[in-house]
């Protein structure tokens, strides 16, 4: 079985920076596409940014040039890069990952708070 782990949330200041990370573990043959997701308060999950295996990356709106996705296929781990965070980041984010033969696969989340 396939498990994702995030960590690397917490609480900052405006026009702080944050580093999350989320490891995959288990019986993994391949990882395609890695993704982070956030869910803000009282709202539906949104796609932040997704890369592919071969590196490809896709960006919400909100988040380009501040956030950068990242991943290292050696170690099943992607990485997302938040820069100049804003109170409208505040919310839990979900690592997700589309894992050949075990399908598409979610983190618990980890709660980053950006304070104004």
């Known amino acids: 079985q396939v498990q994702l782990v995030e960590s690397g949330g917490g609480l900052v200041q405006a026009g702080g920076s944050l580093r999350l990370s989320c490891v995959a573990s288990?019986?993994?043959?391949?990882?395609?596409?890695m993704g982070w997701y956030r869910q803000p308060p009282g709202k539906q999950r949104e796609l932040v940014a997704f890369i592919t295996r071969g590196g490809l990356t896709n960006y919400a709106d909100s988040v380009k040039v501040r956030f950068t996705i990242s991943r290292d296929n050696a170690k099943n781990t992607v990485y997302l890069q938040m820069t100049d965070l804003k109170p409208e980041d505040t919310g839990v984010y979900y690592c997700?990952?589309?894992?050949?033969?075990?399908?598409?696969?979610w983190g618990q989340g980890t709660q980053v708070t950006v304070s104004s």
């Open positions: 288990g019986r993994i043959f391949s990882i395609n596409d």
């Open positions: 997700n990952a589309d894992v050949v033969y075990g399908g598409r696969r």
